[in-house]
Every structure is written in C-alpha cells, then in structure tokens.
C-alpha cells in the first residue's frame, strides 16, 4: 500500500480557519466560505455537485440564498465565477448538470420550481462593457408543476429529468431534456406505490426511490414505460419492480438516499444511529442485503443509540455516492467518509475528513451535507453546512492496476493484469465467482519483478466467467481488482433462434438446443420469465418492441429483437 502524505492547507480568500480536523488519508487542497451569506439555524451551506469543462473544473454550491459557481480548478486559489437565485432562504438545495446546462429544485420555504442555468459561458472571461455575456446565466423558471421539490436527478445517457419531493400532488414529475436543454419538456407527473419519494437514483430507465415514512424503505420502478415507450405508444405509468422495506434491515430510521453501481446499491437512512447499508439488486424482486456498515468517528460506546433511554445520539450519514470499488459518504459531524465496497460482504472504512470539529456528540444535522467524487482530476468536493466548500483528495492508493482482463483461449481462460506500482505487497489471489454469486479462490500468485502477471483457469464454467485480483498487503490489508469477463463457448453452446427480429406472443424454434429452460432477460440483466422449451420450440410472452437476452442454463446467450 502507498500513502501520499501531507496536507495542504493554504490560506485563501474567505478561506475558514480550520482547525485540529481529524483525517485520515483523505488531503485537503483547498477550502472557501463566504461568513456574511445568511446563516439560519446553524444552516448556510447545503447541496454541493461538480462541472468540468475544457479542462477546468467547477463546484456549484447550494447556500439559503444564492448556487454559487465557484472555480476549483487551482484549489489553492478557488474563485468565486457567479451567485445566483431567486427564493432568499431556502435550506434545502440539490443540484445536477447535463451537457452545458445545470438544473436545481429547493425545498421549504421557497417558490423556485425547476431552475435552469446556462454554463455554456462559464470560462469566461468575465464581463467587461454592457451586453457582454455572464459566464453562468438563468434562463428558465419553470413553476407549472411544483414550486418546491426535494430532489432532482438526471439519467444523463437517456436524457430524463426527474423531480422528487416538494408540494407536486404527483411523486415524480419526469422531464425530457434531449430536444433542447434549455427548456426541459415534461412528460408527466406521475404516483407510486411508495408514495413521497426523499431521493431517487436512475440508471438505464430504472429509478432506484427512498421512501421515507414508518413501512417504507427503499423500492425499485420500471421507468421505460413512461420515459422509453414502444414506437407509437403512448406513455404509461411506472411499474414497481421490488422493495427494500424497513423491517428487512437492522437499525433501520427514514430512508432518506441510495447510489447504485453494478448489481449493487448502497443506501442511507438519515436517522441518528442507523447504519448504512449495502445490497444485491441484481434481481429486485429478491433484494439481498449483504453487509451493514457505520462511522463512528467520536468513538460513542452505543452507535445505534437515536437518543432514547438517555443514550448519547449516534452518528447520522447523508448521501453516499459510488466511484469505482469506494462509496464516498456526506456524514455530517464526521465529515467526509469513505468505504471500500470491493467486497460488498465486508466492508471497510478506507478514510475520513472531518470538516465540522470541536463537536463532543452527534446531535442534530451539522457538518458535511454533501459530496462529489466525480471530476476528472480526481478532485473531491464537500460542502460544510456551516463552514462552506473543502476541495479534497483521496491519499491512499493501494497497489496502482494497470491492466486487468480475462481473455478465453483454446483449451482455458488467461486472466492478465498489471501493476503500474507495488509497496509492502505480498502477492496476489485470483477468483471466480460461482453460480450462487459465491468468490472462489483458484490460485496464489507470488510478486514479480516486472509486475506482468498471468494465471490460467484451466476448468472455466460453460457461459460467461467472471474475476476479480484480491491483492494481500504485508499487514493483512486485502484490496480488489476491477471486475473482469471472459466467455467459455462450448461446442453445446451454439444455438440460435428464429425468427428474430420476432413478434410478440410468436412461437420461435431453437437451433442447436432442445429440452431445456431459457431465461428471459432485459438488455441490462433484469429478468423478465423463465421459458420453457417443448422440443425445439418457445413462446413468446406478451412483450413491448426493444431488444432482449435469451439465456440458456450455462450462461449462453442469444440477442432477441421484438418488433
């Protein structure tokens, strides 16, 4: 393992004086408050997200009476680009961008709507004569539909703007930013089994919701109805696929936010003393939840104390977002928090930047409210309710991968990687995951010189086999690879449909295959029926037009159009 040591910590304009944070390899580069912005209940900053653009990087910060676009590209020197806003006190902001334009609903005492700035301008320079144009200007107010809202989110690669929260009579209210950004063109507003959503994370037209309220949790909605309908479809309704309900976790609160990646979903319950959670979506109608995890920074003998009984009040997350094998959580009093996720059944705290110090208990919501990994300078930005933006870094970096990948050769499957910088390590583990989701050790591999390492899996599965690298440091310390495939083809694994493209409801014949199952599955992996197979014929269920994966019961697969 490899630490970059020291912090940087210079003094800045409206930089706060920040003293005895408590860190650990997480780096401050740079931090900026503005102590005459209006502060009410302990509240002055909330929401923070991020923008980057022509190589330089920007934090746009939620306050109660203005989003700041402050420039972060040197941290040391943060810049103050444009204040803008229109309600004066607002203490719940949240933020998104998508392409050159950012979007913002605020909740409580406001009349805001839907917010829409144009960035397009944001490098400048600054204006200079009369009719020179503002490098962050609004250009739309949009009311129509709700004046206040919780939440907004965007699946950036489907373009869909969605609105959770606030005084709409509808849960969600769905916009399409595609035909022109600066003008989000609604779809609907929409009601779920759920009912009031807090927070929403989308991917791929799936909506991944936080119910808050005693019973609810967190559920999972089929969007595509709505957002992705079949050519000359009117849109539908959203469909829930499955539910993580209260009662299935421990330590469980008000179900308050979630991030996904992969199969797996991480969730907060913004609660004092719950836990975080993390869970196997993969199939949402059997939701797993695989491993419960916590800050505790203050070191409280009872963490799951919410105050009762004369208990000290336990720690309280917020937002947790995922990057890569880390989820990086707003953890108010403790700061900056983040978790390696790489083996969801036992998850570690990796560091820790404690922006809001002097504190002796976890009482009420001050701290860090919330966080932003994604720059492409690796960057990490948190906004301090009370002491404004921290620029950070992750310091730790375990051993550096280079490339990892799993290529199917003639008689086995070579699984390949390299290192690009080794310390203190004492080899590697190369595994398989099994059928049951289970990691299975295959082989030791010892350091080398030359950091190129090969392994051989001399007996793959039929069908797709996945691997990962668990890399043992000289302390104990285990740090995973990313996720690799390769496919193992048998001779039996050949087969074909036809007709495709297909009609829905058609009875289709299978090449190559007879007597067994086929599992019927969205592009994206949800599993839609099993099919059972008469001979050497199927049939179809009723099925929008799209594309699907038919998949055999070793992992072979087949492309099935609908028309």
């Known amino acids: 393992m490899r630490l970059l040591l020291g912090m940087v910590a210079s003094a800045i304009l409206f930089t706060t004086a920040l003293r005895g944070q408590i860190a650990s390899n997480i780096n401050l580069l740079g931090s900026w408050d503005d102590n005459t912005l209006a502060n009410i209940g302990g509240i002055q900053y909330n929401d923070v997200w991020g923008y980057a653009t022509g190589g330089r990087e920007y934090a746009l910060v939620g306050t109660r009476q203005y989003i700041l676009f402050l420039e972060v590209t040197n941290p040391t020197s943060i810049t103050e680009v444009a204040r803008l806003g229109v309600t004066a006190n607002?203490?719940?902001?949240?933020?998104?961008?998508?392409?050159?334009?950012?979007?913002?609903v605020s909740d409580g005492d406001t009349?805001?709507?839907?917010?829409?700035f144009d960035l397009t301008n944001i490098n400048g320079p600054d204006p200079v004569n009369a009719g020179d144009p503002p490098r962050v200007q609004l250009v739309r107010q949009i009311t129509s539909e709700f004046t206040k809202a919780h939440n907004v989110f965007i699946d950036v690669p489907s373009g869909i703007l969605y609105t959770v929260g606030g005084d709409s009579d509808k849960n969600i209210t769905v916009y399409d930013l595609k035909p022109d950004p600066a003008n989000p063109a609604l779809i609907g507003g929409y009601n779920v089994n759920g009912g009031y959503i807090h927070d929403l994370y989308v991917e791929n037209h799936v909506a991944y919701a936080s119910h808050t309220g005693t019973g609810k949790g967190h559920f999972i909605y089929d969007m595509s109805p709505v957002t992705n309908p079949p050519s000359g479809v009117a849109p539908g309704v959203p469909v829930e696929l499955g539910r993580l309900s209260h009662t299935e976790y421990a330590t469980y609160g008000l179900s308050h936010s979630n991030w996904?990646?992969?199969?797996?979903?991480?969730?907060?319950?913004e609660t004092h003393g719950t836990q975080m959670g993390i869970a196997d979506v993969s199939d949402p109608t059997d939701i797993d939840v695989l491993?419960?995890?916590?800050?505790?920074?203050?070191?409280?003998?009872?963490?799951?104390?919410?105050?009762?009984?004369?208990?000290?009040?336990?720690?309280?997350?917020?937002?947790?977002?995922?990057?890569?094998?880390?989820?990086?959580v707003s953890y108010y009093h403790d700061g900056l928090v983040v978790f390696d996720i790489s083996n969801p059944n036992n998850v570690t705290t990796v560091g820790y930047y404690d922006t809001f110090t002097g504190h002796s208990n976890y009482n009420g919501y001050r701290g860090m409210w919330g966080t932003y990994p994604y720059l492409p300078s690796g960057k990490i930005l948190?906004?301090?309710t009370q002491n404004g933006l921290f620029v950070m870094e992750l310091a730790i970096l375990p051993v550096d991968w280079g490339i990892v990948r799993a290529l199917a050769e003639k008689d086995d499957i070579l699984v390949h990687w390299t290192t690009l910088q080794e310390e203190n390590n004492l080899g590697f583990v190369v595994q398989r995951q099994d059928r049951s989701g289970r990691w299975v050790d295959l082989g030791q591999v010892v350091p080398e010189a030359d950091q190129d390492y090969h392994f051989y899996d001399q007996d793959p599965l039929p069908g797709d086999n996945l691997y990962r690298i668990v890399q043992i440091d000289a302390d104990g310390s285990q740090h995973y690879s990313k996720l690799v495939t390769a496919r193992w083809q048998l001779a039996t694994d050949s087969w074909t449909v036809f007709p495709s493209p297909?009609?829905?409801?058609?009875?289709?014949?299978?090449?190559?295959?007879v007597g067994t199952?086929?599992?019927?599955?969205?592009?994206n992996g949800?599993?839609?029926?099993?099919?059972?197979?008469?001979?050497?014929h199927f049939t179809l269920p009723d099925l929008p037009a799209g594309a699907y994966v038919l998949q055999d019961e070793f992992g072979g697969v087949q492309r099935l159009l609908v028309r």
């Open 517 to 523: 199952t086929l599992s019927l599955r969205t592009t």
């Open 90 to 104: 607002v203490t719940w902001r949240d933020i998104k961008t998508y392409g050159s334009y950012a979007y913002s």
């Open 526 to 536: 949800q599993l839609l029926a099993q099919l059972p197979v008469r001979g050497d």
């Open 111 to 116: 009349s805001d709507g839907l917010l829409v």
């Open 382 to 384: 948190g906004s301090d």
């Open 291 to 328: 491993d419960r995890f916590h800050s505790n920074l203050l070191n409280i003998a009872n963490p799951f104390s919410n105050g009762s009984g004369g208990q000290p009040r336990g720690p309280i997350a917020h937002n947790p977002y995922i990057l890569g094998n880390y989820v990086y």
């Open 502 to 513: 297909a009609r829905s409801g058609q009875r289709l014949t299978l090449r190559g295959r």
């Open 260 to 269: 996904k990646s992969g199969n797996y979903m991480v969730f907060a319950d």
